[in-house]
């Protein structure tokens, strides 16, 4: 940057009568050329921080005329202002240097909590603006991989991910910290040297590549974020009575309701989901075929001759069709929806019920995958299932958990993955709301002590769902099968 460049820079960026008998902070002082002019148009000392050891050795020696009125220190910006108290500075200089940071705000904070008076900011166009994609009243932060900054042998730069502000970002900003502009920006000369270090001769951007301007302390100007006013509710308010987008959505969400049959627990198991039910369970249900398969092998390990076996909510009897292919014949299979039963495997005694058919009981192995979660009394049933089962029974169940919203996340990721839309899935929610009512894993290891069952494995577990296997006395031996 040639001699005339900087004088004429500087003359903008710190005007005499903003100097004189201040103490000014330059950030990023580079070759200290700003202590310079400073000193030299009467202010009273001049303080700068540079990282880069080559400049700071520089720019100490071409200082030292000044003794103590000038001091350089060789320190990353971020960390010598933490060490600063309030108003330590009467104005601050960041020439070249905003847009080297990734989190402009949080530096800005800073800068201005150690300014006392004025804060000078010269800085460049988001490319996003400068190209003519926004318009230069854009009110963002681009944040870039390729930002450079000169290092001292002159002959490269080195490249890093930075954050530059538009202008109205950088006056927002400034404003939350109580700093206002007294001209929209500051303007350099038109001279030959000017017009070159603002790229207005070499590029076909309308808009030049640097700008100024200067921020000044009005703590009647100040801003406040809506992180501030929340605690006490302060600041602007909508209403949203009367409010068009917000009626334009209450009227498309019934619109969607309305299309979708939306109304909460309208769930059922009826004539049209018997009808598709293995495609329904496949979809839905994650480890549908293996937890099914890892029944029928308990089932196999166990050893038991000729068991008598039920399944709970046999739906259409997917899994009572499996045992009996295994060449087990004592089966029952009990569903409280007559359309399932209607569907269902045949080669079992099948009973339409609510309730546990405690009449047919005892039972050597009794299955409930997914039901349990959709009956209410829930208690009362496994007391039920616990009285029903042989000294030497098992119990297998399987139940979809209160979770996590992550779990939930992994379970909507399953559902849409096995080809589910987004409405489709948010309509199943909404059906099965207050009909299947999950509960947690504690409740389940707490309810199964209270009813006295024996022991409890986890013998399968996806997203939301567990399977248990529990046994009624004592641990069944594996036998070889
Ligand atoms: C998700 S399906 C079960 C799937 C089945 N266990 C399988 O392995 O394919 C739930 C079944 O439980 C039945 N169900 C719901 N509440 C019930 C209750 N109180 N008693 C018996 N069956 C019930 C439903 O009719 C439905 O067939």
């Known amino acids: 940057m040639s001699k005339e460049m900087l004088e004429d820079k500087l003359h903008v960026l710190l005007p005499q009568w ?34 880069q050891k080559e400049y700071a050795a520089q720019s100490q020696k071409l200082l030292t005329p000044w003794k103590n009125r000038a001091h350089i220190y060789q320190q990353d910006i971020r960390s010598f ?75 490269e730069s080195l490249l890093g991910i930075c954050a530059t502000s538009s202008l109205r970002a950088l006056d927002l900003m400034f404003s939350l910290n109580g700093f206002g502009k007294n001209e929209p920006t500051l303007e350099f000369p038109k001279t030959r040297h000017m017009l070159n270090y603002s790229n207005e001769n070499i590029s076909d951007s309308k808009i030049p590549l640097r700008l100024a301007v200067r921020y ?39 619109k969607i309701s309305q299309q979708f049959g939306m109304e909460t627990g309208s769930w ?15 979809r839905e249900i994650p480890d549908y075929q293996r937890v099914i398969d890892k029944t029928v092998e308990v089932v196999n390990k166990c050893g038991f001759r000729n068991p008598k076996i039920i399944d709970i909510g046999s739906a259409t009897g997917e899994t009572l069709k499996r045992l009996h292919n295994e060449g087990y014949r004592n089966l029952f299979g009990v569903d409280n929806s007559q ?12 009973i339409c019920s609510e309730e546990f058919p405690v009449a047919h009981g005892p039972f050597d192995v009794i299955i409930a995958n997914w039901v349990l979660h959709f009956i209410h009394q829930r208690e009362q049933y496994l007391q039920e ?21 992550l779990s939930y996340s992994l379970y909507d990721d399953f559902k849409r993955n096995s080809g589910m839309t987004d409405n489709e899935i948010f309509k199943k929610y909404t059906q099965l709301k207050n009909v299947l009512t999950p509960r947690s894993l504690l409740w389940y290891l707490d309810t199964f002590k209270k009813t006295g069952f024996g022991f409890v494995d986890i013998i399968n577990a996806n997203s939301m769902f567990v399977t248990f296997l529990i046994q009624k006395n004592k641990r069944i031996k594996a036998q070889r099968v």
Not at 22 to 39: E, H, P
Not at 339 to 350: C, G, N, W
Request: proline share 4%; charged share 30%; net charge neutral.
């Open 339 to 350: 359309k399932m039963l209607d569907r269902s495997f045949k080669k079992a005694t099948l």
């Open 18 to 51: 903003l100097i004189q008998d201040k103490n000014i902070l330059d950030l990023g002082s580079c070759m200290g050329a700003a202590g310079q002019w400073a000193l030299h148009h009467g202010a009273a000392s001049y303080t700068g921080v540079e990282l």
């Open 216 to 254: 000044v302390k009005d703590d009647s100007k100040k801003l406040s974020s809506l992180e501030d006013n929340l605690p006490d509710k302060k600041g602007f308010r909508r209403s949203w009575e009367n409010d068009p987008l917000s009626k334009k959505r209450t009227v498309e969400r019934n």
């Open 385 to 405: 299932i616990k009285h029903s089962l042989n000294q030497d029974g098992i119990f297998i169940l399987t139940e979809k958990l209160t979770s996590s919203p």
């Open 81 to 155: 202002i933490k060490e600063k108290n309030e108003d330590s500075y009467d104005v601050i200089l960041m020439a070249g240097v905003i847009y080297l940071f990734v989190d402009p705000k949080n530096i800005i904070d800073e800068i201005c909590r150690v300014a006392k008076e004025t804060i000078v900011i010269e800085t460049t166009y988001p490319q996003i603006i400068r190209n003519g994609k926004l318009p230069p009243s854009a009110l963002i932060t681009e944040y870039t991989h390729r930002q450079e900054v000169n290092l001292p042998d002159g002959k």
């Open 268 to 282: 059922k198991f009826d004539e049209e989901v018997a009808k598709n039910f293995s495609t329904i369970a496949k």
